[in-house]
């Protein structure tokens, strides 16, 4: 059974950073697509950032140049670190797991993946 478990999110003012830590079991993980998605009070929650099984990266526009997704296969450990965070970048975030079709590279939809963590809160205070 995939578990998924988010951790390292807080409360910073605009400017500073944090690291998002999201620890995986129950699964092969350098074999499935993971993503980082976002979701704001009485928003949708969306794509932020995700990495393909080879390491290969896409971020939506809005955080190109301040976050970066990055994994370790060895540590079943998925991060995003997060610089010049935003009033803006406040939400709960999540992190997910899928496995993808060879031919498909992971992307940032929500109903591409079916395995989720509980999320943990990120704060930015102007």
């Known amino acids: 059974q995939v578990q998924l478990v988010e951790s390292g999110g807080g409360s910073v003012q605009a400017g500073g950073s944090l690291r998002l830590s999201c620890e995986a079991s129950g699964y092969p993980f350098s074999t499935y697509c993971m993503a980082w998605f976002r979701q704001a009070p009485g928003k949708e929650r969306e794509g932020v950032a995700a990495i393909d099984r080879d390491g290969s990266t896409i971020y939506v526009d809005s955080v190109k140049g301040r976050f970066t997704i990055s994994k370790d296969n060895a540590a079943n450990t998925l991060y995003l670190q997060m610089n010049n965070l935003k009033p803006e970048d406040t939400a709960m975030y999540y992190c997910?797991?899928?496995?993808?079709?060879?031919?498909?590279?992971?992307?940032?939809?929500?109903?591409?993946?079916?395995?989720w963590g509980q999320g943990t809160q990120v704060t930015v205070s102007s």
């Open positions: 997910a797991a899928d496995l993808f079709p060879p031919t498909v590279p992971a992307g940032l939809l929500v109903s591409e993946y079916a395995n």
